[in-house]
């Protein structure tokens, strides 16, 4: 059975979700980089084995990130998933990795990489977000993309509301991404391309608002 290790920054409701999911792989172990991640306790609720590697305590980000690929290696992964995950990664853990680190982010990328996203998609009067799992690459938030969920904006939404409804999606896509990479139905192929085997499409569209 594949080997998957998860990276968490905080709460942890994608941890949840993937657990929850029952995924065809063995979750080997939960990385934090904050000894104060509320996801910590769900790791340990579930008796899988977690490491904290603290950001504050290396001097810079090679050393920092040196650190955290020796936590990591030590749970021999096929998999590593970024879930709220929010140290930006060097060049060199991200190639360390290729293939097999992936991350969940919270808009419909290639819009709103980076932080704050659903503020900025409320700023600019966006009427579908979402969510995207897809490949880490050194260039932030632009790495060859899995699979994605869109939710509409509804006139009334706060940043909260819309987060959410967000986050609910993230809940659906990053157990069905992992169970994909499990199983070898993707692949991240020669060119940096995700390559599906065999996989049937569907076509409808989300129109948002709806028409009349
Ligand atoms: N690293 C690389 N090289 N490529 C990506 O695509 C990455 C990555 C590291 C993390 C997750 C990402 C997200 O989903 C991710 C993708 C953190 C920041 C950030 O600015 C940006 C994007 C993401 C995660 N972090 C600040 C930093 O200085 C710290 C912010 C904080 O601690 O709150 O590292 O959005
Ligand atoms: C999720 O919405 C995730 O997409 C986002 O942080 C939240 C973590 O929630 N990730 C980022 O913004 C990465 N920069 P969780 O800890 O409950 O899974």
Request: include cysteine; charged fraction near 20%; charge should be negative.
């Amino acid at each position: 059975m594949k080997q998957l290790v998860i990276l968490i920054s905080g709460r942890g409701s994608n941890l949840q979700a993937l657990l929850d999911a029952g995924l065809p792989c063995r979750i080997a172990a939960v990385v934090s980089n904050r000894a104060d991640a509320e996801g910590l306790d769900i790791a340990r609720a579930h008796d899988i084995p977690v490491a904290i590697v603290e950001h504050r305590d290396y001097a810079d980000r090679d050393s920092f990130d040196a650190a955290l690929a020796q936590a990591i290696d030590a749970f021999q992964p096929d998999i590593v998933a970024l879930a709220g995950f929010m140290r930006i990664l060097s060049n060199g853990f991200v190639s360390r990795y290729h293939g097999r680190l992936i991350n969940i982010h919270p808009s419909l990328l290639p819009a709103y990489g980076g932080l704050n996203t659903h503020a900025r998609a409320l700023q600019d009067g966006v009427w579908i977000h979402g969510c995207t799992v897809h490949f880490v690459t050194p260039d932030l938030d632009h790495g060859p993309i899995i699979i994605q969920a869109a939710v509409p904006v509804l006139r009334d939404d706060t940043e909260q509301i819309l987060a959410a409804r967000v986050l609910s999606q993230e809940h659906r896509i990053y157990p069905q991404a992992i169970k994909w990479l499990c199983s070898g139905k993707i692949i991240l192929d020669e060119h940096d391309r995700v390559k599906f085997m065999n996989r049937e499409q569907s076509g409808f569209a989300l129109v948002s608002p709806s028409l009349e």
